[in-house]
């Protein structure tokens, strides 16, 4: 294979409950990515079509994230140019970083003939999320290049579990275009929290991993909320929380921050129900007169995809 | 039916990573208890073996779940003797005083033909929780009535999910014959925690979650960890430090401090493993001087039994 199209699905970080350790990928909106084998050695981004992002290797999170697997191979002869059609808005809270940094290694590994299984793509995926963010976190990255729902449960060493997708599951996703840079959605969070809304949280997340093994939708219902981090960044994002109580209203099973924001997602059980959710959600932003994006997606369990 | 005898079971609160939530029951060691229908209105604590405990109604952990139970049901002309044979020591950490007000509830519902599911019994044997420790919890009672692992979500409004036994996964207990009161034990915790230290903790209480679903008893190994509670509880049990660290020498899975302890726990995957960590525990405290008893559990899926 001399070269290969990729889709690289838009993700949804910390879903509530599960801040910095949970992941979910989704079907729409995605990237697409062309990457074949070049005679230059190293990697060349020959296009970006769609945001203006850097051209330049090292300053691209797909560049970045595929110098540290050819780093790691010791591949130092191997050449390739990589094409990004970006279609997930950097800023969006959606994992547009992590969509390009997991199929860059995706691709790459693929045009190797698979040196490593998905998981151990994560590590490199993470390079392109540390030059995107500073953080060297997995939480886009891990649902992108595995599917479904991810648990980072450690990092030192890092360990993460592919867990289950409950059927029916579906989400929507409203970008309203607003900046929240991540170091703000950082800089609010508090070194400590009490004890108390600690057990709370971790009593949430446990039902909501019990309820996607047992696809118990109530109970994910009862185990969608965040007692930590989403009173406090939730005030970054005007309109918030009238976007999380109309979806709510409209039979959302839970609402909440997607990743740092501003993207607020909402996952319901049926897509007639996702699509009135995403009609009230985009209502409120044209009253406040606040451009928007709106996704209504499945959950995609495979992440990404060759075309 | 007249009369009951069952067998009440010691649990297992906590469980590392599931500080305050999660809950687990034991085979052996456990209570027996004779409940009989009694012409004299309301509940008469007959017998007490074992233990010096009060025979008084109100002042008995299962004299006072038993009235919560009634009281519910406005059955103000049922009349109830319980005898209690106690081989779980109270303060030992293992549910002693849930062993006894679970059991309390659970033979008069059997007797009044069952009004009640095992799950609504809980908040009446939480009263006699609240008369042990000063505190309404239901992480000894929700396992001791439900049986396996229990997942205590919240207690406003009460939501408790039985969660799923791996097969092979069996217990070493050591109760050292020292005294730790519950409320010392809740003394030394701190009404804060880290961020970063939370975030480890419920990223091991989900991991841990799907290692049940899963019987992933290495992931399981992985996740019994806790950050938050022990390393301030374990200064209180002498010889807690040496006990673990064998215990794990010895193949555990994990150890830890049952429910405020004194007693500890080990998880293993097998028989001759869980014996040998109870040697290597024994001899801990043999050195230490200090008296013990030891148990070795299979996990008691169904809680307590009819005998």
Redesign the interface.
């Known amino acids: 294979m001399e070269e290969i199209k990729l889709f690289c699905p838009a993700t949804i970080a910390n879903v509530s409950?599960?801040?910095?350790?949970?992941g979910l990928c989704l079907e729409q909106p995605g990237d697409e990515m062309i990457i074949r084998k070049s005679k230059t050695p190293g990697i060349q981004i020959t296009k970006i079509v769609g945001q203006d992002l850097p051209l330049e290797t090292e300053k691209n999170v797909a560049g970045v994230a595929g110098l540290a697997l050819l780093n790691d191979l010791k591949e130092l002869k191997a050449g390739f140019e990589i094409e990004i059609y970006k279609k997930i808005k950097p800023g969006s809270g959606i994992g547009s970083s992590a969509a390009s940094a997991a199929g860059a290694v995706f691709g790459i590994n693929q045009l190797l003939d698979e040196p490593f299984s998905a998981k151990e793509l994560i590590p490199f995926a993470m390079q392109g999320e540390l030059l995107a963010s500073g953080a060297l976190h997995a939480d886009n990255v891990a649902p992108a290049l595995l599917g479904g729902f991810t648990?980072?449960?450690?990092y030192d060493p890092l360990?993460v579990?592919k867990?289950p997708v409950p059927e029916q599951l579906i989400g929507t996703v409203i970008h309203p275009q607003l900046e929240v840079k991540t170091a703000d959605a950082r800089s609010v969070?508090?070194?400590?929290?009490?004890?108390?809304n600690?057990?709370?949280?971790?009593?949430?997340?446990?039902?909501?991993?019990?309820a996607l093994?047992t696809s118990d939708y109530e109970?994910l219902a009862?185990?969608l909320h965040d007692e930590?981090v989403e009173p406090l960044r939730s005030v970054l994002i005007p309109g918030f929380n009238e976007v999380k109580a109309t979806a709510l209203k409209n039979g959302a099973l839970g609402s909440g921050i997607s990743g740092s924001g501003p993207s607020i997602f909402a996952l319901s059980k049926d897509e007639a129900t996702a699509n009135q959710i995403a009609a009230a959600m985009a209502e409120v932003y044209r009253k406040f007169e606040v451009a928007y994006d709106i996704h209504v997606s499945k959950i995609n369990r495979d992440g990404i995809k060759i075309l």
């Open positions: 409950c599960g801040f910095d350790v949970l648990l980072v449960r450690s360990d579990i867990l969070l508090k070194h400590s929290v009490s004890l108390k600690a057990i709370t949280q971790w009593g949430n997340l446990a039902g909501l991993i019990s093994y109970l009862r185990c930590i």
